[in-house]
Every structure is written in structure tokens, then in C-alpha cells.
T-cell receptor
Framework: AQSVTQLDSQVPVFEEAPVELRCNYSSSVSVYLFWYVQYPNQGLQLLLKYLSGSTLVESINGFEAEFNKSQTSFHLRKPSVHISDTAEYFCAVSPMDSNYQLIWGAGTKLIIKP | NAGVTQTPKFRVLKTGQSMTLLCAQDMNHEYMYWYRQDPGMGLRLIHYSVGEGTTAKGEVPDGYNVSRLKKQNFLLGLESAAPSQTSVYFC?????????????FGPGTRLTVL
């Protein structure tokens, strides 16, 4: 069975400071990896995804994530956060032998302190 | 292009009452999903559909029923609501086999069962 662990339920950080949100997964088969973001009182939207190729993927708003197969991790990073990044971030994996399923982490709330 | 819409946005039920949540998408997506989101637990799949007229159980299907009579609509029913079904419900859709395609989410329905 697959599982996704987001080690931190909340991460407080000062504005303009760097941040890393951690995601580790467990799977007996290869997976695709995703980060979704949920702004307050909204649905989820895709932030970035890793399907194949370069292990470093980037989003349009400055986030990046690196797939590390040996450590089964897909940590999300941003070098300088803004107040508008306040949201909950969800890591998800999709097993390559499943064409419908996403396995979700519990989410990490990013709290930006002014 | 409205994307994925959900009605209602909020609902309060008494234990034992029934209700139907409606999800509609105008993107001609094949796959549709119903999730529930509870604090600290991420998203859990209730039911999903891989096409018009087909449905299947997800991770937490008990107490819920679904129907997909039209490709664009996916209904979630609660026949006899229980306080344990208090949650935020999200509908999502994707174009084809979900692992390589983004899931698009609706804004959610906040349900309280007293």
C-alpha cells in the first residue's frame, strides 16, 4: 500500500524568508508526484508535478520541488515567501499501476509572519 | 468556462436527514471524484467515476451513494446523515486516467450534521 507523509502540520515563517515543506512517500511501485495548494476557503489547485525527466520541477510563482528517489521524498521549497503564499499545501502521489488514484498527505499550513 | 462547480456551498442537516450534493464540470472530462476533507487527514476518496454510467468505491464509501447519469454531472447522496459525515466535500475531475493529468477541483461544500 502507498502512503504519503507530510511531517509538519504547520510551518510558520517570516515574510521574505526561505521555506521548505517536506513530503515523503512509501510505495512498492513507481509513482508520479504532485503538490497542490489550497488558499483559504477555496478548492485545491495544482502547484507543480513530477512525471519524468529532470528531478527538479518549478511552478510559475517561484516554488520548486525536487524528486529524490533514493530518499522517497518530494520536498517543496521557495527561496523567499510572500504573504500571498499563505495557504495549505498538499503532497500527493499517483502509483503508476493506477490510472485514477491520488494518495494524499495530510497537508501543511504555511503561515507567513509579517 | 466555469470549470468545476458544486452546489450547495453550505448545508446544515439533522441526523437522519438526506441530501444530494451536485458536481458539474464543463471541460468534457471523463473522470470525476468525490473527496472529503477533514482536519489533519488530507483528502480521502469517497467514490469516483471513469465515465458516464459508471461509478466505483473509493477509500471511504460507507454512508454515501453516487450517480453519473450525464458525463458532466456527478451526484453524491447521503441517505441518512450522521454527525461523522460533518466535513468539507470536494468534487474533482480529470480528462483521462488521472495519474498524468491534473485533477481540477470545485470550491467545496461545507456540510454540518447535527
Amino acid at each position: 500500500a502507498q502512503s504519503v507523509t507530510q511531517l509538519d502540520s504547520q510551518v510558520p515563517v517570516f515574510e521574505e524568508a526561505p521555506v521548505e515543506l517536506r513530503c515523503n512517500y512509501s510505495s512498492s511501485v513507481s509513482v508520479y508526484l504532485f503538490w497542490y495548494v489550497q488558499y483559504p476557503n477555496q478548492g485545491l489547485q495544482l502547484l507543480l508535478k513530477y512525471l519524468s525527466g529532470s528531478t527538479l520541477v518549478e511552478s510559475i510563482n517561484g516554488f520548486e520541488a525536487e524528486f529524490n528517489k533514493s530518499q522517497t521524498s518530494f520536498h517543496l521549497r521557495k527561496p523567499s515567501v510572500h504573504i500571498s503564499d499563505t495557504a495549505e499545501y498538499f503532497c500527493a502521489v499517483s502509483p503508476m499501476d493506477s490510472n485514477y488514484q491520488l494518495i494524499w498527505g495530510a497537508g501543511t499550513k504555511l503561515i507567513i509572519k509579517p | 468556462n466555469a470549470g468545476v462547480t458544486q452546489t450547495p456551498k453550505f448545508r446544515v442537516l439533522k441526523t437522519g436527514q438526506s441530501m444530494t450534493l451536485l458536481c458539474a464540470q464543463d471541460m468534457n472530462h471523463e473522470y470525476m471524484y468525490w473527496y472529503r476533507q477533514d482536519p489533519g487527514m488530507g483528502l480521502r476518496l469517497i467514490h469516483y467515476s471513469v465515465g458516464e454510467g459508471t461509478t466505483a468505491k473509493g477509500e471511504v464509501p460507507d454512508g454515501y451513494n453516487v450517480s453519473r447519469l450525464k458525463k458532466q454531472n456527478f451526484l453524491l447522496g447521503l441517505e441518512s446523515a450522521a454527525p461523522s459525515q460533518t466535513s468539507v466535500y470536494f468534487c474533482a475531475s480529470t480528462l483521462a486516467g488521472g495519474y498524468h493529468n491534473e485533477q481540477f477541483f470545485g470550491p467545496g461544500t461545507r456540510l454540518t450534521v447535527l
